[in-house]
């Protein structure tokens, strides 16, 4: 059952900057906002797409594409500290996990960064995704009704979907990332080469989003609440996402497949491009 695992990633310590010596939290903290603020920021437009396409209102109810940038606000206050959290608690977690499986050490990592990220990012996509589905206009306004109405744990709708899709697209990822980087973006000197591991990234980004498309379609509709009639989602994943189905066809699950991969391939391009120059960078100063 493992056979892929030893695939992507042979055991032993294979990869040239592995080990405890390299770790530097405040390194992968900064270099983690760094590349979560680039790549939220650049994106946004296809995010805005992706989002309205996955609405059971459909794409052009939802707001087409008026308001492209309806919902940076609460983007730009989570985009940093959401990814220095998952950076942080990944680099810390391989610094101390197992090296005899280095693909089941990055999915560990993957997953316990992935669960710390959500606390910070949960809050802000809620928001973000009912501001770009044209539920709210101002991001104030939509902070104040959320509490008022469903209280702080509104803020947390989607929750365990969001870490329930996120997992799954990190064990796929996250893996498959430093397995291509092992393989392709370090010389036989152990140096590595920043824009070939910034290929790696988005090679295994734009393949974990095809396969988690449903995942994110149904954390989608939970965050945005109710159906075109008006009838509220549950919040179980597996309910929802069968509700879907059942609905409007297994077709619907793959609603926002095509910008979905796309904003995630060029996403895991420019955000693994940004991580590992800041990274580099850094290791001149700190």
């Known amino acids: 059952k493992l056979q892929f695992l030893y695939l992507i990633a042979p055991p032993g310590p294979i990869a040239p900057m592995s080990g405890k010596e390299e770790f530097s939290f ?16 650049a994106l946004f437009p296809l995010d805005t797409v992706k989002t309205r396409a996955q609405s059971a209102n459909g794409f052009w109810k939802a707001g087409g594409f008026k308001g492209i940038y309806r919902g940076l606000g609460p983007v730009i206050i989570g985009s940093a500290p959401g990814s ?26 993957a997953c316990l960064g992935e669960m710390m990220a959500c606390l910070v990012r949960v809050p802000t996509e809620v928001l973000k995704q009912r501001m770009q589905a044209g539920v709210y206009t101002e991001m104030t306004t939509g902070w104040k009704d959320i509490i008022a109405k469903e209280g702080v744990r509104g803020l947390y709708t989607g929750y365990p979907v969001t870490v329930a899709r996120e997992i799954p697209f990190a064990l796929i990822q996250f893996p498959l990332w430093e397995a291509l980087k092992v393989r392709f973006a370090f010389n036989k000197d152990g140096q590595k080469n920043d ?14 989003a095809g396969v988690t498309t ?15 009639e008006g009838k509220a989602y549950d919040h179980r994943v597996l309910a929802t996402l069968m509700r879907i189905k059942a609905d409007e066809g297994a077709r619907a699950l793959f609603a926002g497949v095509v910008p979905r991969v796309k904003m995630i391939g060029i996403g895991g391009l420019l955000f693994f491009g940004a991580y590992e120059h800041a990274d580099s960078w850094l290791r001149g100063v700190l």
């Open 26 to 41: 405040t390194r992968a903290l900064l270099s983690g906002a760094v590349a979560g603020t680039t790549v939220d920021l």
């Open 195 to 208: 824009v070939a591991a910034s290929l790696c990234g988005a090679v295994s980004g734009a393949f974990a």
């Open 84 to 109: 220095a959290l998952f950076f942080s608690s990944y680099e810390t977690s391989k610094a101390y996990l197992p090296t005899d499986r280095p693909a089941l050490k990055h999915m560990g990592a």
């Open 214 to 228: 449903p995942l994110d379609v149904t954390k989608t509709r939970i965050m945005l609440g109710k159906d075109k």
